[in-house]
């Protein structure tokens, strides 16, 4: 199980999170993680849409919440925090009920080993400026094969991790989602999106269906978030 917090599978009640808000873009990978942790803990938030179709993240503005030019960016407690993985671990300290981390230190570690598999080796290879270097340089079909073997390739990776003591229950590490599964929603909402299918990885395609139907999930997704709440 997770840590001491308990929680029943439901999105967590709404705290009052006065200031809380999130700049983000409805279809970032980065952000939508975030989306589904805030909701998970029930912090309640503002959000700011930054639309990167336009180039808005490049804005002075932005920039000076986020110098890198990326989304999300989250003000809290006074700060402004950026980094999807740095954020949900920031919640995670500060705001420890409910859990997306386990008990044991060797859970822990698979976890975040789960969820780097995902942060940082199939999403960098497959971002936009990714994408569209490789489209400048080889062409289009080349930019849709690259990403769909690097999405392949790394959720392939995925479903054999996903093979320990942990995953007995619903989701990437027990009966509570966590910060694995925060990661992996979103790419496998990228996965199809880009005509990737994930059915024949059965733990893969088991916690995808679990978390379907679960209400923080359900909110964070980016069908539910094209206009800033």
Known sequence: MHGSGKQNGGTARQTASPGIVLHDYWRSSASY???IALALKGIAHDRISVDLATGQQRDP???RLNPQGLVPALEIDGLILTQSLAIIEYLEE???VPPLLPDSPDARAHIRALTLAIACEIHPV????TLGRVEKLAGTAARLEWNRDNIIRGLTAFEIMLDHPGHIGRFCYGDIPGLADCALIPQ???ATRWGVSFGHLPRIAAVALNCET???FQAAHPDNCTMPA
């Open 188 to 190: 496998l909402y990228n």
């Open 126 to 129: 497959s971002n936009q400026g």
């Open 61 to 63: 503005a932005y920039l």
């Open 33 to 35: 993680r975030v989306r």
């Open 94 to 96: 500060t705001r420890p």
């Open 214 to 216: 679960h209400p923080a």
